[in-house]
């Protein structure tokens, strides 16, 4: 069985990294955990990978004058890699539009929130201060709108009495990485495509 090339884009301790690696380890998998490349030198998912024999790469956006020269540079990495999709767990920079067209379709995030609900940043925070009865998670493809590509999978979880946005948080990123596994399979098999701009199951 061939298995698709894919990168894994970190900045922090890479727990949802953790999750798609384990989930690569099944002989049945669709998709090879190849390369990780992380803009920060000093990020937890980096041992994570490293630990689980996957390559990894640290490029620092401070190295670069713009947001597409640093996006080259990742492509470049990428494409010497032969890469052929790239999963984004908490990877805390913009893209240029550039890099989101270049990589469109093969290029998804993990996001803490039923978007289009409540994107960017302080996600759980969001949810509390507007009373919301639900949360949960999102795999979508990326494009060069933040936080607004077309939704693969979602995951809810129930908002309760007295939550802070740390117990949240915690429910939430239980089902993430249950969901971004999944959403990776379909999309190495084929089975979710970005067409039209809509996520087309076939």
């Known amino acids: 069985m061939s298995r698709v090339r894919t990168a894994v884009l970190i900045s922090g301790r890479g727990s949802n990294l953790k999750s798609l ?24 998912g980096l041992q994570i990978a490293k630990d689980a024999g996957v ?24 494409r010497a890699a032969n890469i052929a999709l790239v999963a984004e767990a908490g990877f805390m920079r913009i893209h240029s539009e550039w890099f989101a067209r270049a990589w469109a379709g093969k290029l998804l995030n993990i996001h ?47 908002v ?3 939550d802070t946005p740390e117990a949240l948080a915690a429910r939430v990123i239980v089902e993430e990485h249950k969901l971004y596994p999944e959403a990776l399979k379909l999309v190495a098999e084929g089975k979710v495509r970005l067409a039209g701009g809509r996520a087309n199951f076939v």
């Open 21 to 44: 690696i384990q989930a690569a380890r099944a002989p049945d998998y669709p998709a090879e955990i190849a390369l990780v490349i992380s803009n920060k030198e000093d990020a937890g």
């Open 112 to 158: 803490p929130s039923l978007l289009p609900k409540f994107p960017g940043i302080h996600v759980h925070e969001q949810v509390l201060a507007a009373g919301e009865t639900e949360s949960g998670c999102t795999v979508h493809f990326l494009t060069p709108e933040l936080d607004a590509g077309p939704i693969i999978l979602q995951a809810k979880v129930a």
């Open 160 to 162: 309760l009495p007295g």
């Open 55 to 78: 390559s990894t790469k640290i490029i620092s956006h401070k190295d670069y004058a713009s947001r597409e020269e640093f996006d080259r540079a990742i492509d470049a990495a990428l």
